[in-house]
């Protein structure tokens, strides 16, 4: 089974065409990242009109790298929600408009069930598992008892660990996007900056303000003293705490929950911090760790077709009438 999906929830506009749920015959990915690099972060009007005018462009592309037509695609998936809601619509309306104009079956997939479902490109997944997801809008723990079984576990009740990422990025003079130079930066330096563990508790949800702002504060308070920030040193104090805390909960979950099987998904499974504590906890406790090649890691319309296909199989279809969604549960 071929699916065409499109991607189109922030400042990627992507085109897949996916087999079977798990082999990718092609992808594009048109990224703004330069775009929205000048301002500092993404400018949501500006992500939009950047999609209306690459879509046909990027769809076209797409299946020509799959040397296929659109009469050889047998459904189209695409991302409904969450996200930027007009970017969304520009991928939502183009998809809509295809299913009507091919006769082909729409089918609806959440954002983060791509993101998951990024790891069946990798290896086909096993149940059961516990999910963690960390992006730049989102931190969450979900397990898994079979496909397309989602059970929320916790989520961050305040930034993601992506965004927490950034604002810190920001605060010590760092470039946008910051996440990837924190990860780096913190490899070259040292643990000497006394910050807070985020939300160490029982539960499986998380909270970065509050050492988001411990970083804001320290900062300030010794701008003022005349003192300079090592940024070395910053990232590196900042990424342990991260670190530490998404690797304690989340081992804390597949014990509880009895579970072998661990997946990693979004933009920030990208992180080396992370992968390597991961890593090295699921080697000391024998758990089947799957973590997506990098370029699976940010948004791109691969993973949004291996869910679709799985989606599709449970019997998901959408009609014409299916409207994007900037913020909707995983169900």
Request: charged share 20%.
């Amino acid at each position: 089974m071929y699916i065409l999906a499109i991607e189109s929830s922030c400042d990627e506009t992507s085109v897949s065409v996916i087999k079977d749920g798990h082999e990718e015959v092609s992808t594009v990915v048109l990224s703004q990242m330069d775009t929205h690099a000048n301002y500092g972060g993404v400018v949501p009007e500006i992500a939009s009109r950047m999609h209306v005018e690459n879509i046909t462009l990027v769809i076209d592309e797409a299946l020509s790298k799959a040397n296929m037509k659109m009469n050889d695609i047998d459904a189209i998936a695409v991302t409904y929600g969450p996200g930027l809601i007009g970017s969304l619509l520009v991928g939502l309306m183009t998809a809509k408009t295809l299913a009507y104009i091919y006769n082909k079956p729409l089918i609806p997939v959440h954002h983060i069930a791509g993101h998951i479902y990024a790891n069946n490109l990798v290896k086909r997944l096993e149940f059961p598992l516990i999910a963690l997801v960390v992006s730049g809008g989102h931190t969450e723990l979900i397990y898994m008892k079979e496909d397309y079984s989602f059970e929320k576990l916790g989520s961050t009740l305040d930034d993601a660990v992506g965004e927490a990422y950034d604002k810190v990025a920001r605060v010590i003079g760092l470039p946008y996007p910051g996440g990837p130079l924190v990860d780096k930066l913190a490899f070259e330096g040292a643990d000497t900056y006394k910050l807070p563990l985020p939300l160490d508790d029982d539960s499986y949800n998380f909270s970065f303000s509050g050492l988001k702002s411990a970083v804001i504060n320290l900062v300030h308070n010794e701008m003022q003293r005349g003192n300079e920030i090592v940024k070395e040193n910053m990232a590196c104090s900042f990424q342990n705490r991260v670190v530490e805390i998404l690797t304690k909960k989340t081992m804390k979950a597949l014990k509880e929950y009895d579970v072998k099987n661990l997946i990693v998904a979004g933009g920030v499974a990208a992180n080396k911090g992370l992968r390597d504590a991961l890593s090295k906890a699921c080697l000391k406790e024998n758990i089947n760790l799957i973590i997506p090649k990098m370029k699976y890691c940010t948004d791109n319309a691969a993973m949004i077709g291996a869910a679709g296909y799985y989606a599709y199989k449970r019997g998901d279809r959408a009609g014409l009438d299916l409207n994007a969604k900037a913020t909707i549960p995983l169900k």
